[in-house]
Each structure stands twice: as structure tokens, then as C-alpha cells.
Antibody, heavy 118, light 108 residues
Framework: QVQLVQSGAEVKKPGASVKVSCKASQYTFIDYYLHWVRQAPGQGLEWMGWINPESGRTNYAQKFQGRVSMTGDTSISTAYMELRSLTSDDTAVYYC???????????WGRGTTVIVSS | SYVLTQPPSVSVAPGVTATIPCGGN??????VHWFQQRPGQAPVLVIY???DRPSGIPERFSASNSGNTATLTISRVEAGDEADYYCQVWDNTSDHWVFGGGTKLTVL
């Protein structure tokens, strides 16, 4: 079935960067935007941005501009989200989710836990 | 930036109807999507474009959107419906997606 498989949990020190991957399967990768959403412990969902895998165009939430990069590799149907200059406030579960023209965010990855701690 | 407001919690007894509001300025002019998130799990889309249900979502889930409030309605609530529910819109002014703060539905 359609799946988004994310990379494993990460533990990073403050100031470091993290790169999370999201591999798509059983659908045409370039037909859907890939969004990234994060959830801090005990908090709500926070939209981070999206990438159009076909064109590489991106749109980032204001909060993350200058600190986040979303990329894609169409040859392996995989999207990446890199977040730099990490602080403890970036400790969260990071989700990727696809969105098509007809239906938004219908498939989600299981999430990648990122812990930022000294 | 556009703000969506949800009550932190809603509690209902099994078998009755639960309504979860989502407030936003002229939200009736936007398309609203709703997500269910059970503890420790990824969100699941339960309503999109105001009223549509993805395949596999029970007919007990419905929604409406008008004026300054969108509403998710869950009929004949079951214990398995206990979860956090989030509304979401695309803000065309900022070209950003926005989530509400989420509502925890407790089935008594």
C-alpha cells in the first residue's frame, strides 16, 4: 500500500543539524507535494513547509526560514528535511505527509523523534 | 498570520454526539481539513475540503463550515474515537498551512 517510511530517531547536541528522510512507495513520487509537520512533546501539530518533488520548489513557514532546507531525490523517491542550529525547543516528532491536488495530507509517515540535548 | 482556535477539550458519553468547533476569521471562505491523532500515532485525515470523508472513515464523522466557525461532528461516539482532533486550513495570504491548537476528545 501507499507508504511514507521515515528515518530513525536522532539525538543531537545544541547547535548541530539534523537531516530526516522520508521514502515514498507505491505511488508516483512527483505527483504529490511533501509536507513536513512537527509535534513537540505534549504539544500540537506545527506545519514547517513543503516541497514540490517535481520542480524542487519549496515553501517554508516563516518561523523556520533560514534554518530549514527541504530537498528531494526523485531517483529514489525520497524527500529530506534538514534543520540547522538546533536548540532544545526543536525536540519533537517530525512527520512527513503527502498532499495532492484532490486530497490533502492523506498519508503520513510514522514520525521521526529528534531529541536535542547537551 | 491566520489563527485557528479550538477548545482544549471536549468530553462526551458513549453513544451521544460530539461537536468540536474550530474558529477563524471568515473561515467559511476557506477549505477546512480535520485530523484525528490517537496517542503515540501519526495523524489521520478524517475530513477534507470541509465535508468530504476519505475512504475508510466512518459515516459517523461529518463536518460543516460557515461564517467564523467550522465544526467536526462525531455521531454515536465510541471509546475508540478518543483522540486529539486538529483542524487545518491553507492561508492564501501567507501561502502557509495552519493547524488549530487541537481538541482532546474524552469519552466518559
Amino acid at each position: 500500500q501507499v507508504q511514507l517510511v521515515q528515518s530513525g530517531a536522532e539525538v543531537k547536541k545544541p547547535g548541530a543539524s539534523v537531516k530526516v528522510s522520508c521514502k515514498a512507495s507505491q505511488y508516483t513520487f512527483i505527483d504529490y507535494y511533501l509536507h513536513w509537520v512537527r509535534q513537540a512533546p505534549g504539544q500540537g501539530l506545527e506545519w514547517m513547509g513543503w516541497i514540490n518533488p517535481e520542480s524542487g520548489r519549496t515553501n517554508y513557514a516563516q518561523k523556520f526560514q533560514g534554518r530549514v532546507s527541504m530537498t528531494g531525490d526523485t531517483s529514489i523517491s525520497t524527500a529530506y528535511m534538514e534543520l540547522r542550529s538546533l536548540t532544545s525547543d526543536d525536540t519533537a516528532v517530525y512527520y512527513c505527509t503527502r498532499a495532492g491536488a484532490d486530497i490533502p495530507m492523506d498519508v503520513w509517515g510514522r514520525g521521526t523523534t529528534v531529541i536535542v540535548s547537551s | 498570520s491566520y489563527v485557528l482556535t479550538q477548545p482544549p477539550s471536549v468530553s462526551v458519553a458513549p453513544g451521544v454526539t460530539a461537536t468540536i468547533p474550530c474558529g477563524g476569521n471568515n473561515i467559511g471562505d476557506k477549505s477546512v481539513h480535520w485530523f484525528q491523532q490517537r496517542p503515540g500515532q501519526a495523524p489521520v485525515l478524517v475530513i477534507y475540503y470541509d465535508t468530504d470523508r476519505p475512504s475508510g472513515i466512518p459515516e459517523r464523522f461529518s463536518a460543516s463550515n460557515s461564517g467564523n466557525t467550522a465544526t467536526l461532528t462525531i455521531s454515536r461516539v465510541e471509546a475508540g474515537d478518543e483522540a486529539d482532533y486538529y483542524c487545518q486550513v491553507w492561508d492564501n495570504t501567507s501561502d502557509h498551512w495552519v493547524f488549530g491548537g487541537g481538541t482532546k476528545l474524552t469519552v466518559l
